[in-house]
């Protein structure tokens, strides 16, 4: 699981008119995958004549924040109320998950006990089950349950995933027994062994999984679309398209309210950008 | 429906320790887990097998059996779910079809050209890789604005370029799959690219070295080093591309709502359609379950490729 970033640089800066063509190359596909959010964002920013003009306006003319005023403020739905619900689920779900993946990979890892081989394999089956074959039921289950229109839903029925123990136990065996030998001489439980050497070796792993985890919570999309139908109960995914369907043909506003939704993720984005491509880079694959 | 795997030759390191009594350690840690695994991925399989054969109705006390009614409907023509179901599917495979090769070939493309150091590598990886963390709700707004039939920005780019008048994408079937298609390359490209940046770091720079010492074109170093050891990741990027592209729905939710009449709809929305509109729950769970078992096959594939990742730990 080393990750290994930048190649030994053997091409020095000298070759720079050699590498022109990649540059310009790299340059112009970055302007193609720009455009698209900078026309949301210059979007945003006009009044609806000038956001719907012919010829296009590619710089707006009269900027405006009236777009970003009118969203915040709307009476069909509150964008901070969404981001809010958002973080919260995500917040509770990755903790959770976390846990219980820790918590279970730590013996599978760890420990010898009868059945712990078959046990790993069968919740490591169920890896197979799509997700699509227990949406009916669990949407019952949520029926029954009462959980419609509350985050309960939104939170446990993914709680105990086992992708996640499975990247944690494949990191836990790697962390060397002597350091667990030495604890347990000094005295230490197994709840000790866990909480003061395994999960403090695990850092890298535990970051990648909660990283994971927690984007996986906050782009839910289908779910939530169909098990919360209450506006203010509504993740932010799922508030926005009612914003789309409200405002179809207003793309200044609902330009406003995708960039109010996007910035927040992108400077997180910017700010992780090392960690979550490293996670991502280490998850699953060897050679 | 689940699948329990053999232990097979997974290698103990330990000798079994003769103890007393049973330790009941272990399985106090894993207790918490395992009591929501039953209640949340063991049991609603079964339970989707109880909707599928009864007629569910949310009102009624109790639920009629219908057996296997359900599941007939799907492979009897003239029935819509026969129709629309089969439709659906071929809407999605379609879309896999299209997408898989694409994105592969455009995540390595990157990949290479971004692999060796250049002025403003960092940012490039970023652009790249930014349109990925964005919701498939956004994303799709965006890509409807961006293919608006009257004024979205590529019409206008067509025009400004070429002169021509604007084409209504979002409305005319066969048109409607391009925003869909070349939002999703958009937006996954970049985790691809990540995989593979990933993996050609490990690729020894002697193998390149010693074949540009014998005279081998970069193109031939491509073909012949690149390439083959890029293998495994190949395998693993195509797979998990294929599992997430078979499960379209946001994308043609957003952008097209899966028109025109149906042309790009996609299997999942077609399931929550008719369960969610059509209230048909019991309908809506024997799909899941056919379709279901199409994505088994990927599945499995995908779940063979981390097998064997668990042998490469346990045989350190």
């Known amino acids: 699981m ?146 419609i229109n509350s985050y309960h839903a939104l939170i446990w029925p993914g709680i105990a995933g086992v992708f996640g123990v499975f990247l944690l136990r494949q990191f836990f065996i790697a962390i060397p027994r002597e350091l667990e030998e030495a604890a347990r001489l000094d005295g230490a439980n197994s709840f000790q062994i866990l909480w003061r050497i395994i999960l403090p070796l695990s850092v890298p792993a535990l970051i990648t999984l909660a990283v994971f985890s927690f984007m996986g919570s906050w782009n839910n999309f289908l779910w939530p679309l169909f098990t919360v139908t209450e506006v203010d109960k509504m993740t932010l995914p799922v508030g926005i398209t009612t914003f789309s369907q409200r405002y179809v043909t207003e793309y200044g506003k609902l330009m406003a309210a995708t960039t109010l939704a996007a910035v927040p993720v992108l400077i997180a984005y910017l700010i992780a950008q090392r960690y979550l491509e490293a996670g991502l880079s280490t998850t699953g694959l060897k050679e | 429906m689940t699948i329990t795997q053999a232990p097979g030759k997974t290698t103990t390191t330990q000798a079994p320790a003769p103890r007393p009594r049973v330790n009941l350690e272990p399985y106090l840690y894993l207790l918490p887990h395992a009591l929501l695994f039953f209640v949340f991925t063991v049991y609603p399989v079964g339970y989707g097998i109880y909707i599928a054969t009864h007629r569910w109705d949310l009102l009624a006390e109790t639920q009629a059996f219908v057996g296997s009614e359900y599941f007939r409907n799907l492979f009897t023509p003239g029935t819509p779910q026969f129709e629309f179901f089969w439709r659906t599917l071929i809407n999605t495979a379609f879309f896999t079809v299209v997408t898989v090769p694409l994105l592969v070939a455009s995540s390595l493309g990157l990949a290479v050209l971004l692999h060796r150091p ?169 799909m899941g379950f056919v379709f279901g078992l199409f994505m088994l096959v990927l599945t499995a594939a995908q779940f063979r490729i981390m097998a064997r990742d668990v042998q490469a730990v346990e045989q350190k």
Not at chain 1, 12 to 38: C, D, G, H, K, M
Not at chain 2, 122 to 150: C, E, H, K, Y
Not at chain 2, 246 to 271: A, M
């Open chain 2, 118 to 286: 250049i002025f403003g590598r960092t940012f490039f990886r970023a652009v790249f890789f930014m349109p990925g963390i964005l919701t498939v709700s956004v994303m799709g707004i965006l890509w409807r604005w961006m293919f608006d039939n009257q004024i979205g920005l590529v019409n206008a780019a067509r025009e400004l370029m070429t002169g021509a008048g604007p084409i209504p994408w979002l409305s005319t079937e066969g048109l409607a799959w391009i925003p869909i298609v070349v939002g999703t390359v958009w937006w996954t490209v970049g985790f691809n690219m990540t995989l593979y940046l990933a993996a050609l770091s490990n690729v020894s720079q002697s193998l390149y070295e010693a074949a540009s010492l014998d005279g081998a074109t970069s193109g031939q170093q491509f073909r012949y080093i690149t390439w083959p050891m890029l293998g495994p990741i190949t395998l693993f990027v195509t797979v998990t591309t294929a599992l997430a592209s078979f499960q379209l729905f946001g994308q043609s939710l957003v952008i097209t709502n899966g028109g025109p009449s149906r042309s790009t709809q996609s299997v999942t929305q077609y399931i929550t359609e008719e369960a969610f509109t059509n209230s048909q729950y019991s309908s809506a769970a024997a």
């Open chain 1, 2 to 147: 080393t990750v290994q970033t930048s190649p030994p640089a053997t091409h020095r800066r000298r070759r720079l008119p050699r590498e022109l063509p990649r540059f310009l190359l790299l340059s112009v596909l970055s302007v193609l995958f720009l455009a698209p959010l900078y026309w949301m964002l210059s979007t945003s920013l006009k009044f609806e004549a000038d956001a719907i003009a012919s010829p296009v306006q590619w710089w707006p003319r009269n900027p405006t924040l009236d777009n970003y005023k009118e969203v915040l403020t709307s009476p069909d739905g509150n964008i901070l109320r969404w981001t809010w619900n958002s973080l919260f689920v995500a917040f509770t779900f990755t903790i959770g998950h976390v846990l219980l993946c820790a918590l279970t990979a730590y013996p599978l890892a760890r420990m010898n006990f009868p059945g712990r081989n078959a046990w790993f394999w069968f919740i490591l089956s169920s890896l197979m089950i799509p997700g699509i074959v227990t949406l009916i039921p669990h949407y019952i289950m949520m029926l029954n349950f009462n959980w």
